[in-house]
């Protein structure tokens, strides 16, 4: 910078004795030089702009606002030159007029620069009610404003203004002016050197103003007029200063921008650092998860069971101590897993049906044997207003109340826990619930609740605090509350307990529970009594019982109690009693067997929560149901349901009875390599309706769909892990033939992960249907992909058989195998069958793939039975299976868990032949119609009718007990391969040598 000036002051020094030097009149310098100064100072004030925008430096807003203003008077200095573009110059310029301009532009920089310095020096910045952009929008304004007016003050007051031109040569007026414009621009220079020139733009500024002193010097007041060697050189000053602040921003500019590319470069290598730690984190913490609940499970059963045997006091104390310990430190693992996703920001909310009822008393089976423990009432209450049918992610909704409820018997040691809820609003299908849980326990001060919320805090720190924690369950919750579109917020003092409130949007489910008007039809006219001690507890049972429309009264005692009854007896006696058990004085199993010495009404018995040992006492003093603290609508229903003897619908029941889509015309391709897999399918899409066609592998599908037309399937179930060429392969091949881009292909899996979801989309599937199957689910997602109008109308599912297979409940779980199979008992016991015969040497076969060290089928077998078990309801098989086919993956030690899966399938088969065995000696003895379900069965096959198969699921037991052995197993076979022709060819063989007569004879 430095020599710049000293270069510039020795040219310039060279110059002055020449300055009045005549020179030839060159028109065209005076256009290429303004133009030239015009758009160096148009970039100059943009690039300005544009610095202000970022920083909102009032300094820079100034400065850009005074290169924007000589750029305006350079062009209207330009116009009105003389002999230019007109004689006299255009604008309507007098003699005077070029002269003035050039002396108002050359006076206005240097003000704005000092108005720099002075902003610059404050450090003054931007309001931030401001934007920016108003701002430089309005001092564009003004830049052009003040260029209007000296406009105007040079032409239309030209006659006012002295004359400081005399044709091209300067009157003595000149010098006074041009003077008093030099000593403007060597203030503005004296001020930035004073103020020690802080920045590279302040540097190059001050080389600026000497250049436009410079500028003034040479061209109006050494030259001697317009067109002499001065008035060229200042000009060519003048274009230098529009350069050295123009160029020093584009070179910050440069280097802003090559910075911010390495700083960019930087960030992404952190980001992705940051991302495999993260994820290297996320699979240790899983790993660790696994690795740890393993062997923690062991200790909490074994300890809880070893807890059920005859100890002594010492052995049952240390072994509860280690069950407790237990407990507490699995409840930790899941904090800190929780907290990790939270701090990750990837906790996600589902969105399904769900009834809140049922929350609450998820929540009550885990946390109410603490609060019976340490004797405290734990009660809900629920405004009428709400509804219990919601939509939103009833798991976290129930963590959130498990972790508030958890903490308020930890901190209560006498008294209650309320937990109610209420409606605030309701949008639409939307409600915004209050869910308050308050307490009676020891409270906290505003220090404690100031830092409540926080992660690893707890309200209280210090190292000789009472209670427990990992101080992460407050802050988990907060996060949940805030991800359901609520808030979390605590009211307490020391000494009055605390009131957790927080609120939550939900959904509205169209979901219709007829249970409580059922009752109500019940109820009409009938009296009811209730007797608890606790006030909040009668008062709450009270009004749920109201809301059902019975009359209700209310006492305090069982004293009191047997005064009310026997009152009322004379006259309109009680229908039913509630009555807890806890009370003082009179117990609850005295005051029932009192009032039962009374005759009339029926009782029910209020007990705290796990306190089964009650019951043989009340049903021996006369009470006929029992009801469990705390108490839920539901709970409340199903109790008043059972007494009055109407039947109660589980969940499956209710299922069954939906409708099926009607899948008529549909034709679906379907791609799986397990045959108990294929033909559950089969029925279920074929009882919609829907045409099948099966294939075993990927290879086989590509080929299938390449013979065929565009158009011949609506729909592809493809399974993802299949022998010779896999799901995934075989969808990227699909996807690569132009006519099927339109095609929907869904996946089948057993594999829950996100990353098994991102491969499949990845790959050209659509969707993805979750094995064990779920037929209502797998029927929801099919329609969400057939074409408009292929699904109309309903059909009913099939009916299920009579028969009910004699299977033991510890072998599996029959009603999540029955939901699989649409409540199809005949098919159901078709499939555990064909268990029985293809799958009763999986463990062999991956014991003999992981010897060759055959990973890959090892894996497929285990994830093939895997989904298979949790179809037919295998549940604990479907765990080991899950836990094998990830040790096969990783690498682990995979030979204790098969050996552990190896023992859970011979035990399965063994007990499954025993119950099948059964079913078949019960099917012995039904009545005799073979020869009929013979002759329907065969014509259906020589029409190649699909009916076929359901008529032989439905009849399968009784044909397998009069056929012959061999001959039933190669007709089972070819029934099962829909190989129908050599069906009929077996059944005939089989009837010949059971010698049954089934053809109807000719004329």
């Not at 910075?259 to 940051?274: G, I």
């Not at 009340?618 to 003897?645: H, I, N």
């Not at 099919?782 to 072998?811: D, F, M, V, Y």
Request: hydrophobic share 50%.
């Amino acid at each position: 910078m430095l020599a710049v000036i000293v270069i510039s002051a020795l040219l310039f020094a060279a110059l002055v004795p020449f300055a009045k030097q005549p020179q030839v009149k060159v028109w065209a310098f005076i256009p290429a030089y303004q133009s030239a100064l015009v758009l160096n100072d148009l970039i100059t004030a943009i690039l300005l702009f544009g610095q202000f925008y970022i920083l909102r430096s009032l300094a820079l807003l100034a400065l850009a606002t005074g290169y924007l203003f000589t750029a305006c008077m350079a062009v209207v200095h330009a116009l009105s030159f003389p002999g230019l573009f007109s004689p006299a110059g255009l604008l309507g310029a007098g003699p005077q007029t070029t002269a003035w301009l050039y002396m108002f532009w050359h006076g206005g920089f240097p003000l704005l620069v000092m108005v720099y310095t002075m902003l610059a020096r404050r450090k003054l910045e931007l309001p931030p009610r401001w934007h920016p952009a108003y701002a430089i929008l309005l001092c564009c304004m003004l830049a052009a404003l003040a260029t209007l007016a000296l406009l105007l003050v040079v032409t239309l007051g030209h006659a006012y203004l002295p004359p400081i031109m005399q044709g091209n040569r300067y009157t003595p007026v000149m010098r006074g002016v041009v003077f008093s414009v030099w000593g403007l621009s060597l203030l503005a220079f004296v001020l930035l050197l004073r103020d020690r020139l802080r920045t590279t733009l302040d540097l190059w500024l001050s080389v600026v103003m000497f250049a436009w002193l410079c500028d003034i010097a040479l061209s109006a007041v050494l030259n001697g007029g317009r067109f002499d060697l001065g008035f060229y050189a200042g000009r060519i000053y003048g274009l230098l200063a529009a350069s050295f602040v123009l160029i020093v921003l584009l070179l910050e500019n440069g280097l802003l921008y090559t910075r911010l590319a390495q700083s960019a470069a930087a960030l992404r290598a952190a980001k992705h650092e940051a991302e495999q730690a993260t994820s290297a984190k996320s699979m240790f913490l899983a790993n660790m998860s696994h690795e740890i609940r393993t062997p923690m499970n062991a200790i909490i059963g074994m300890s809880y069971l070893t807890l059920k045997t005859e100890l002594s006091q010492r052995q049952r104390d240390y072994v509860s101590k280690i069950h407790n310990a237990g407990t507490s430190l699995l409840g930790i693992i899941n904090d800190i897993l929780d907290f990790s996703k939270v701090e990750a920001d990837r906790i996600e909310l589902e969105t399904v049906s769900f009834r809140l009822d049922e929350v609450l008393e998820n929540v009550s089976s885990l946390v109410g044997q603490k609060a019976a423990d340490k004797g405290l009432e734990l009660l809900f209450e629920c405004s009428p207003a709400v509804p219990q049918s919601l939509v939103g992610d009833p798991l976290r909704l129930g963590q959130v109340l498990t972790n508030l409820v958890g903490n308020a018997i930890k901190f209560t040691e006498q008294g209650q826990v309320t937990v109610s809820i209420q409606l605030l609003e309701q949008v639409g299908d939307k409600v915004k619930l209050r869910i308050g849980v308050t307490d009676s326990g020891i409270g906290m001060d505003e220090a404690q609740q100031a830092r409540l919320f926080r992660a690893f805090s707890q309200a209280d720190g210090s190292t000789t605090r009472r209670f427990g924690g990992t101080g992460l369950g407050l802050a988990i919750a907060k996060r949940l509350v805030e991800l359901m579109g609520g808030a979390i917020q605590v009211e307490s003092a020391p000494g009055c307990g605390s009131s957790f409130l927080f609120s939550a949007w939900l959904g509205v489910s169209s979901a219709v529970d007829t249970r409580g008007k059922s009752l109500s039809e019940l109820a009409s006219g009938l009296r009811v009594l209730v007797i608890d001690d606790n006030a909040s507890a009668r008062d709450i049972l009270s009004e749920q019982l109201r809301g059902l429309g019975f009359a209700v009264s209310t006492c305090a005692s069982g004293r009191e109690a047997l005064d009310i009854y026997r009152q009322a007896s004379m006259d309109h006696p009680f229908d039913i009693v509630f009555v807890d058990w806890m009370m003082p004085v009179m117990d609850g199993v005295e005051t029932a067997r009192r009032i039962r010495a009374l005759n009339g009404a029926r009782i029910i018995m209020v007990t705290a929560f796990g306190r089964d040992d009650v019951r043989a006492a009340a049903e021996a003093a006369g009470v006929e149901a029992f009801l469990v603290k705390p108490v839920s609508q539901s709970s409340l229903l199903d109790v008043m349901l059972g007494l009055f003897g109407v039947p109660r619908e589980s969940d499956t029941t209710t299922r069954q009875m939906l409708a099926l889509p009607c899948l008529d015309g549909v034709r679906v391709l379907l791609a799986e390599d397990n045959k108990i897999n294929q033909q559950l399918t089969v029925e279920l899409l074929q009882a919609a309706g829907a045409t099948v066609e099966v294939v075993d592998n990927g290879r086989d599908a590509v080929i299938r769909l390449a013979e065929q037309a565009a158009d011949h399937y609506q729909l592809v179930l493809m399974d993802v892990q299949m022998p010779v060429l896999d799901g995934i392969e075989a969808t990227r091949l699909i996807r690569g033939d132009p006519r099927l881009l339109e095609l929907p292909i869904i996946a089948l899996t057993a594999d829950v992960q996100a990353t098994e979801y991102d491969i499949c989309m990845a790959a050209g599937m659509v969707d993805r249907i979750l094995k064990p199957v779920d037929p209502y689910l797998m029927f929801e997602t099919l329609l969400r992909w057939l074409p408009s109008g292929q699904a109309a109308g309903a059909t009913p599912p099939p009916a299920a058989s009579a028969t009910a297979a004699a299977i033991p409940a510890a072998l599996l779980s029959q009603s999540a195998g029955l939901a699989s199979v649409a409540g199809n008992r005949s098919l159901y016991l078709h499939l555990l069958r064909q268990f029985v015969a293809e799958e009763g040497d999986a463990a062999r076969r991956v014991a003999t793939a992981l010897a060759a060290a055959d990973y890959e089928t090892a894996v497929r077998v285990v994830h093939s039975l895997k989904g298979l078990a949790g179809t037919l309801g295998f549940l604990r098989l479907q765990v080991v299976a899950a836990s094998l086919q990830r040790a096969i993956v990783e690498r682990e030690a995979y030979q204790p868990l098969l050996a552990d899966f190896d023992q859970q399938m011979q035990r399965v088969l063994s007990l499954l032949k025993d119950a099948l065995a059964q079913e078949e000696r019960a099917g012995e003895l039904r009545p005799d119609n073979t020869a009929l379900q013979l002759r329907e069965l065969a014509a259906l096959l020589a029409a190649s009718d699909g009916d076929a198969l359901g008529v032989f699921l439905e009849h399968a037991d009784s044909l397998r007990a009069v056929l012959p052995a061999a001959s039933y197993a190669g007709f089972d076979k070819a029934m099962r391969q829909f190989d129908f022709p050599a069906a009929r060819e077996w059944l005939e063989q089989a009837a010949t040598e059971a010698g049954i007569c089934w053809q109807e004879d000719g004329p």
